[in-house]
């Protein structure tokens, strides 16, 4: 069976570090492109971050830029996010998934909440 | 960055009812536009990826079609379990952008 699962979300402080970790099964992760998008309570979906298959590229949400850091393990079939200087409106459920196509697998997210 | 544009932001309707809902891209994207189904609590579910081209597994009353700038999602005969949110997003290029999403509710 083909599974994204998310950990590493929480409560943490304004300022504060998280790094979300996402782990497949079922298929080979180096195939595949990989992205982050996260969806703040009762609010739309937002991209975050995405990373080639190579990870040779890497992109970002300006709203994350420079706080934010994509990265990949395909030994260990994971992808990961570090988030740095959190702020109130990066609270939301993270999701980590594949890019639109025949095979298009998501997550079902880890929630950061962002509060003093 | 490329702006998508869903409308309408909300839509009541019956089962049985025929549904269209658009999506207008700020600029041409060829047909780099994936349909999104998201009922509460859980993640999106793609619908249609290509514009056009329908997931696996999802029941063919569902249909894209577009190109270019516009685009639209149709249910030709609402079901009960049809009822969520729809997001389009366009991954033409980077940023990726999304839709603001259409709430479908039973009338």
């Known amino acids: 069976e083909v599974q994204l699962v998310e950990s590493g979300g929480g409560l943490v402080k304004p300022g504060g570090s998280l790094r979300l970790s996402c782990a497949a099964s079922?298929?080979?992760?180096?195939?595949?492109?990989m992205h982050w998008v996260r969806q703040a309570p009762g609010k739309g979906l937002e991209w975050v971050s995405s990373?080639?298959?190579?990870?040779?590229?890497?992109y970002y949400a300006a709203s994350v830029r420079g706080r934010f850091t994509i990265s990949r393990d395909d030994a260990k079939n994971s992808l990961y996010l570090q988030v740095n200087s959190l702020r109130a409106e990066d609270t939301a459920l993270y999701f980590c998934?594949?890019?639109?196509?025949?095979?298009?697998?998501w997550g079902q997210g880890t929630l950061v909440t962002v509060s003093s | 960055d490329i702006q998508m544009t869903q409308s309408p932001s909300s839509l009541s309707a019956s089962v049985g009812d025929r549904v269209t809902i658009t999506c207008r891209a700020s600029?041409?994207?060829?047909?780099?536009l994936v349909w999104f189904q998201q009922k509460t609590g859980k993640a999106p579910k793609s619908l249609i990826y290509?514009?056009?081209t329908l997931q696996s597994g999802v029941p063919s009353r569902f249909s894209g079609s577009g190109s270019g700038t516009d685009f639209t999602l149709t249910i030709s005969s609402l079901q009960p379990e049809d009822f969520a949110t729809y997001y389009c997003?366009?991954?033409?290029?980077?940023?990726?952008?999304f839709g603001q999403g259409t709430k479908l509710e039973i009338k």
């Open positions: 290509a514009a056009s």
């Open positions: 079922g298929f080979t992760l180096s195939s595949y492109s």
């Open positions: 600029q041409g994207i060829s047909n780099y």
């Open positions: 998934a594949t890019p639109p196509g025949a095979r298009s697998f």
């Open positions: 997003q366009q991954y033409y290029s980077y940023p990726r952008t």
């Open positions: 990373i080639s298959s190579s990870s040779t590229f890497k």
